[in-house]
């Protein structure tokens, strides 16, 4: 069901062939679609959101109410929503520890510079409905923006019977400010450009299907986005310290999700790869979801029997995983070697799970690759910060040669200008 591969070789180069294939797969029907709506609500507004909202979800879209909102969360599962409340704790403990402020400081040589740091002034959050509900992304996206600031916090969601208690008690609990029962493209569309009652936001965040994320990466330049995420991953470092049954169940919880999951074992024992594998094929069976999984794991996962661990540490750094877990004797004496991962968890306690839910740190990370550059989501990705500058003219004036040469070298003589004037009898 997973193959097992060594590194270094043809089996292990086509694996990265095809995450590659796998990071870079477009649809150009979806990208034509979106096009279409987004083109539709720049010009229709809300009349063009309510056109798709019928052809797609065969309901009118609308605002949730303060009343619909304490009903439906009502419904919440006690347990869920005590766990809901508790995990937002957490998140916003960790939030906290983030959180930049506002500074100045005296120059060398007299005048200060700073930075101003404020959240901003409103954001938007979508939440998928029906089976991809996931109230847990609700606070994982609103707790870091209520943290940061942000002024305004509106969540749309596909409407009708798609609504789903869990979501709206986890938005409550976040601070959302306002629901609006829409979903899709032209939700996306409605929250960048402005489709009144639905107002024009800063930034977009939250998961979606093909037609959301392409929507975002149509969008942004118009306003920001946290990032077009791709399908979930996990790569597992272990050694003969961890269990076979543990490292399987790790690679089978981001199995789950998609058949386009990647869940990798990297390792230096052949005995576990083999007892990893075994173990799939016997959890793989228990699973409801275990279709999805099976498929996920033949197409996108392997077992990688590295000679060592510096060769594993390559592997990962080249990949640059979502979740990188590391099972072995000693987890942090490998942390050094790792450059590439969005969220790394230690020893055979810290499941990746634990991430997802409620250790703190939010679950949106860097996928397909772009953790090499890119970072988890946080309250930093709701602020803007603003350079601040004030000099004075004994401040400026032993500067003013240099702006000038460095002016008229860039042929910028008003530049120049500005500068020499204020000294100039």
Not at 250 to 279: G, I, P, R
Request: charged fraction near 20%; include cysteine.
């Amino acid at each position: 069901m997973i193959p097992i591969v060594r590194a270094d070789t043809a089996p292990a180069d086509a694996l990265f062939a095809r995450q590659l294939a796998r990071r870079g797969a477009h649809n150009e029907a979806v990208r034509h679609s979106v096009e279409g709506i987004v083109a539709e609500v720049r010009v229709g507004g809300w009349e063009a959101v309510r056109r798709f909202s019928l052809q797609f979800d065969g309901q009118e879209p609308y605002e949730v109410s303060s009343e619909q909102r304490a009903e439906a969360a009502a419904r919440c599962d006690p347990a869920v929503r005590d766990a809901l409340r508790r995990a937002a704790a957490r998140i916003r403990d960790y939030q906290m520890r983030l959180l930049t402020h506002s500074q100045e400081w005296e120059c060398p040589g007299g005048g200060r510079a700073g930075v101003l740091v404020r959240g901003m002034a409103r954001v938007g959050l979508y939440v998928p409905g029906g089976t991809a509900a996931y109230p847990s992304s609700v606070l994982m996206n609103a707790v870091p923006a209520t943290v940061a600031g942000v002024g305004e916090l509106i969540m749309v969601t596909p409407p009708g019977a798609f609504l789903s208690p869990a979501v709206l008690a986890a938005a409550d609990i976040a601070g959302v400010h306002r629901v609006f029962a829409v979903g899709g493209a032209q939700a996306i569309a409605a929250l960048a450009l402005g489709a009144s009652p639905i107002p024009q936001v800063d930034k977009i965040v939250g998961p979606g299907n093909a037609f959301v994320a392409e929507a975002k990466r149509q969008l942004y330049g118009q306003v920001d986005i946290d990032m077009v995420a791709g399908p979930s991953e996990v790569l597992v470092m272990a050694d003969d310290s961890a269990p076979a049954s543990y490292v399987a169940a790790d690679l089978l919880s981001q199995a789950e999700h998609d058949e386009l999951a990647a869940s990798v074992l990297v390792t230096v024992s052949e005995k576990l790869a083999q007892e990893v594998a075994s173990e799939l094929a016997r959890q793989v069976a228990l699973l409801p979801r275990g279709h999805i999984a099976r498929a996920s794991l033949s197409q996108y996962g392997a077992v990688v029997v590295c000679e060592s661990w510096r060769q594993g540490a390559r592997i990962v750094n080249r990949i640059a995983p979502e979740h990188l877990e590391i099972m072995t004797e000693n987890p942090r004496g490998l942390l050094p070697l790792i450059q590439n991962a969005g969220a790394v968890f230690l020893g055979l306690y810290s499941p990746e799970p634990l991430g997802d839910y409620i250790a703190g740190p939010s679950h949106v990370l860097p996928t397909s690759g772009t953790a090499r550059f890119q970072s988890p989501l946080s309250c930093e990705s709701f602020l803007k910060k603003t350079s601040l500058i004030e000099y004075g003219p004994s401040h400026l004036e032993p500067l003013a040669r240099d702006i000038e040469a460095l002016a008229q070298n860039e042929g910028l003589q008003a530049h120049a200008t500005s500068v020499t004037m204020r000294f100039t009898p």
